[in-house]
């Protein structure tokens, strides 16, 4: 239902994060981009044909469409254009400009950028790409104001810009000790031709001051003394506060509801029905209630009787679908995804043949912020306030359902408390924006957790019937896979639920074979924190520990072995599997969590790896089960390659977070869904992570000399094998389905 729509979705926030070409600016337009008269240096680039960044002329604020901005008194403010939900994009952004600027770190003041796509080209979060995409464009934009500052300064001591240097938000002559901060040099660098990109000089790895080190959050402090930074926070003039009732299964509309009991409530301004636009990530049919605050409208929703016509309603059912999906398994699937070699025959002459069947559950994004948005329609024209991952989607959906014209949507771009993929559809944004139109006044709709639980874009279940073989060497020679997974309009699976022919092992043996079989499923479904890896990953990592084991080989041993040497798999394109950085993150991630030392009975490690955007991960997780079968996962080690890293502090942070996401998940999170609809309802059916379970999450990187990659999501596939292998190497008990609440384990 409606996959189409969020297939496109998925699409955009891939084009929205390809990186752009920075151009030289001509003079003439330079000078019109940038505030000359008391307004210091405005660095003014462009994103490609039309696309010229500018600011206003002589103001002494920063123009809210240029990105760096150096003022007489030598503050440094540097906008980061993407959304900051969480991954640390607000700091790290500003770092990379900051260094390649020669910048005091304590001279910048970071702010989110304002959502204006002809100004700063596409802005979204989401893939793990802002990095990638955006880390040489940064560079040169700072590296192109250090450039006009050496030049300017070079021109107030009539010396050679050859012979200055920079340090410290200064540019020096070392032959003579003159210096000038850039404060001082702002206003006549602003009066400089904009140097051809192509001719900058951009700093070697090994002259990197700030990149690498730990910075703190930019917004640090404002989070930790409550400052109103997310979209939960804001307050404008005359604001009423919204609620938003849906059919509890996806695809009902509102027959009749007692609106004029509902308008009778304390507190109650307007009740009234919504039709929708039948885009299930835009606006779904609903009842609105209006209030003076959001305790009265949540009091009124609890006393709100809705009719619902569920004629064309999901009617999905998780507990049918395993059935169906447990006989799917014991065949090949009815739709070859890629084969290769002769994996039939390979298996008749194998020295041993092994077959597990795996699955795992439907989650919700589980956010800490619930969806809301704050929109106030007037004059044929709207202001929203809105915590999205995709503010310029937004934009366009809003002026869709308004029949308003996108140069009368304005888009505030608040904090994102919690995202993970959740807030790549707008349809909180769209709510919003309708009923204050339908209001006639500015609302803040504040969605409940039930809200949230029942009507997220949930991470697609799947399962997996696989089977491999080895020889009698023990090597792995033949590996297959029939995906057993969701379509909702039976001709491409769900988001999230695709596998292709180039999932690990298949691109590095001679015999494979990966099928499909599609269920239908009229659930909406989204990206989940590394879409479709964090699924497949359980289940293919937790096979190879099993084949391993079946061919009486040490698992880091028989990982390797199947890395074989060191090349890409598609050679010239630096985003996929490279075997030697796999080999090299699995054997650091053994080495320093000890891998082969004796543990106490009930104690294991377990091992696994996994690829995904981009990036090259190995965990290995130390756990322990009692004789109650209560599972503590006491240490999990991580090792990545993902370039050089931008602010240590974050990275780390990525990677921890990554680790206890996925083993809240790996331990007790999953949705039943029957008759469509979901029955877990808030934290107390669906048990996050406590902090007393959380384990120590020790942290290596690789610095290999590649370009760097996104590590918001790729930390999260390896942990739920890794911890499942240190079961087995415990117990040996083999898991084989998720949460492990579901296979008799507690936490």
């Not at 254009?81 to 790290?92: L, R, S």
């Not at 803040?444 to 073989?469: I, N, P």
């Not at 991960?617 to 109650?628: G, K, L």
């Not at 240190?726 to 507690?746: D, N, Q, W």
């Amino acid at each position: 239902m409606n996959d189409q729509y969020l297939q496109d979705i998925i699409r955009d926030v891939e084009a929205e994060l390809e990186t752009h070409t920075m151009k030289a600016i001509p003079r003439r337009s330079f000078i019109k981009l940038t505030g000359l008269a008391g307004g210091g240096l405005v660095l003014a680039f462009q994103l490609g044909e039309g696309n010229a960044l500018a600011a206003q002329a002589g103001s002494s604020t920063f123009a809210p469409n240029a990105f760096v901005r150096i003022s007489p008194d030598g503050s440094i403010l540097i906008y980061s254009k993407n959304p900051e939900i969480g991954q640390g994009i607000k700091t790290a952004f500003p770092m990379i400009v900051a260094e390649e600027l020669d910048a005091d770190w304590s001279d910048v003041v970071a702010e989110q950028s304002p959502i204006n796509q002809a100004v700063f080209g596409r802005q979204a979060a989401g893939g793990s790409r802002s990095i990638p995409s955006s880390f040489d464009e940064l560079r040169r934009a700072g590296a192109t104001a250090r450039s006009m500052l050496v030049a300017a300064a070079a021109q107030e001591w009539g010396v050679s810009a050859s012979d200055c240097t920079t340090e410290m938000s200064a540019v020096v002559h070392p032959h003579d000790g003159q210096k000038l901060g850039y404060g001082e040099l702002a206003n006549k660098a602003a009066g400089l031709p904009v140097p051809d990109g192509s001719t900058l000089s951009l700093k070697e790895r090994k002259d990197w001051k700030l990149l690498g080190t730990r910075v703190t959050g930019v917004d640090n402090h404002a989070l930790v003394t409550g400052q109103p930074l997310f979209g939960i926070d804001q307050k404008i003039p005359g604001m009423l506060y919204a609620t938003y009732d849906k059919c509890p299964a996806t695809g009902g509309s509102v027959r009749q509801a007692n609106l004029d009991e509902i308008r009778s409530l304390p507190g109650v301004k307007d009740a009234f029905v919504l039709e929708g636009n039948g885009q299930v990530a835009e606006l779904m049919p609903g009842v609105a209630i209006v209030a003076t605050s959001t305790w009265a409208a949540f009091t009124a929703k609890r006393q709100l009787r809705v009719t619902w016509d569920e004629s064309g309603a999901s009617k999905d059912s998780w507990s049918g679908s395993v059935e169906r999906a447990r006989e799917l398994g014991k065949q090949q699937g009815s739709e070859m995804i890629g084969s290769k070699g002769d994996v039939d025959e390979t298996y008749s002459n194998a020295a041993s043949t092994l077959e597990g069947f795996y699955s795992y559950p439907f989650l919700s994004h589980a956010t800490l912020e619930p969806q809301n948005t704050t929109a106030w329609y007037h004059d044929n024209r709207i202001e929203i306030w809105a915590p999205t991952q995709t503010p310029q989607r937004g934009i366009s959906s809003v002026a869709k359902i308004l029949g308003i014209a996108e140069d009368q949507v304005t888009l505030h771009q608040t904090r994102v408390g919690g995202g993970f993929g959740r807030r790549l559809m707008n349809d909180s944004v769209c709510e919003a924006a309708a009923i204050s139109k339908q209001a006639g006044a500015p609302v803040k709709l504040q969605w409940t957790r039930e809200d949230d639980m029942a009507h997220d874009f949930y991470r697609v279940g799947g399962f997996h019937g696989l089977k491999g073989a080895v020889d009698e060497a023990g090597k792995l020679v033949a590996f297959e896979d029939h995906f057993v997974t969701f379509s909702s309009d039976g001709e491409k699976p769900v988001s999230g639920g695709n596998i292709t022919d180039g999932e690990f092992p298949a691109p590095l043996l001679e015999n494979y074979r990966i099928t499909q079989t599609m269920l239908p499923l009229g659930t909406p479904c989204g990206p989940w924190r590394a879409p479709r890896s964090n699924g497949i990953a359980f289940a293919v990592q937790s096979f190879i520990h099993e084949l391993a084991d079946a061919a009486g080989r040490d698992h880091l041993e028989f990982l390797l072995e199947i890395m074989g040497r060191p090349r890409w798999l598609d050679p010239g394109n630096t985003r996929t599997l490279n075997t030697g950085r796999a080999a090299d993150v699995i054997k650091l991630a053994a080495e320093k969590a000890g891998w082969g030392k004796r543990l106490p009975g009930g104690r294991g490690l377990g091992l696994s790896f996994y690829f995904s955007h981009a990036g090259h991960f190995a965990e290995v997780a130390e756990v322990s089960v009692d004789d109650n079968r209560k599972v503590t996962v006491h240490q999990v080690t991580v090792a990545a390659d993902v370039g050089p890293i931008v602010n240590m502090s974050g990275a780390e942070n990525q990677c921890q977070g990554a680790v206890i996401d996925g083993l809240s998940t790996t331990l007790g999170l999953g949705l039943a869904i029957e008759n469509g609809r979901v029955q877990e309802s808030n934290f107390d059916q669906y048990p996050l992570l406590r902090i007393g379970n959380a384990p120590k999450v020790d942290v290596h990187f690789i610095q290999s000399e590649f370009a760097p990659t996104g590590l918001g999501e790729p930390a999260l596939p390896p942990i739920a094998a890794a911890v499942c292998n240190a079961i087995f190497a415990a117990t040996g008990y083999r898991v084989r389905e998720l949460p492990l609440l579901k296979e008799g384990f507690s936490v």
